[in-house]
DNA sequence: CCCATATCATTAGTACGCTAATTATAAGCC
DNA sequence: GGCTTATAATTAGCGTACTAATGATATGGG
């Protein structure tokens, strides 16, 4: 197969994959009445309570302006509150409620089944070697865009 | 390192790659008018014309109910156009006009240009390797559904 | 021929994602 | 202290994604 063609193959794979991902992870959190956004957002408060929205949006690469709506929305379903910070007047932190601690517990459990799942038989070492190229390859595609900003 | 954190780890650089690939390529191709959606409807019609909405979405795997508004917008912009079928009165065919068989072109080249720089210099049985990795995970996840819808 | 069922495109409504512009506050500098 | 600049959250407006419901047409069985 040429060159090309495997390049293609494989961008395909990643999207495709990706994809699929998201989308069975969705639907299983839907049932519960969340969404992937949503899910993300409670797994990364869980992990560090008290964030500012900024900061928030940072770790999940969203930007703030997306951040906003879907804390609003978070904070209408009784998952979060937003907290005035007292050093900075401009800032509010983010607290999970109780509820969205447990939502927040049942996220980790269904993406612990779900690995355990899709990655049963995966070898290790494969999966060691596939991370580094794939994080080769979004090296690259940074360096990219970089460029692409100076011209 | 443990098998649970390689397989986030592996998790983590999937989506981010796909994710930095999908957004460097939307940056190349916003420049010239275009989003993402649209060149990916493009680039498929350009393969193979006169494709009812119905089969169009069934490849780039969107909902049909997607599809209507991409091609609201891009009729609007002049880059393709609806034909009733003459076979089923419910059909309608889409066409690619002169300037979007011209962006369609431009497409191809911002792709292979991208894929050129980005897969430089990785390995071919690397990429081989990584692609097998990725249609199994795909395979895996697909099972996974199956199974939740029959439960 | 007719009716039940299926399919195509569409609309309505919701949820994300982005950029650009606004408002309130903070921080640095003369 | 007052002015410029930077940052936090918000709003407004657009584009894309989904599901559910609709209306028009096809299709198959009796």
């Not at 009445?33 to 940072?58: C, I, N, S, V």
């Not at 609003?72 to 999970?96: C, F, Q, T, Y």
């Amino acid at each position: 197969m040429k060159r090309s063609e495997l390049q293609s193959e494989f961008l395909e794979a990643l999207t495709k994959a990706s994809r699929k991902i998201r989308t069975a992870f969705n639907q299983r959190v839907t049932a519960h009445g969340l969404t992937y956004p949503r899910a993300r957002a409670l797994w990364r408060l869980a992990e560090k309570p008290d964030m500012a929205q900024a900061e928030l949006a940072f770790e999940l690469e969203l930007e703030q302006a997306t951040m906003v709506r879907l804390l609003d929305r978070m904070e209408e379903n009784g998952l979060i509150e937003r907290r005035p910070s007292l050093n900075d007047r401009r800032v509010k932190l983010i607290a999970l409620t109780p509820h969205g601690e447990e939502q927040a517990t049942l996220v980790r459990c269904v993406a612990d089944q779900m690995r355990q799942e899709v990655f049963a038989d995966i070898d290790k070492d494969d999966l060691r070697g596939l991370t580094l190229l794939l994080q080769t390859i979004t090296g690259r595609v940074a360096d990219l865009e970089d460029h692409h900003v100076d011209a």
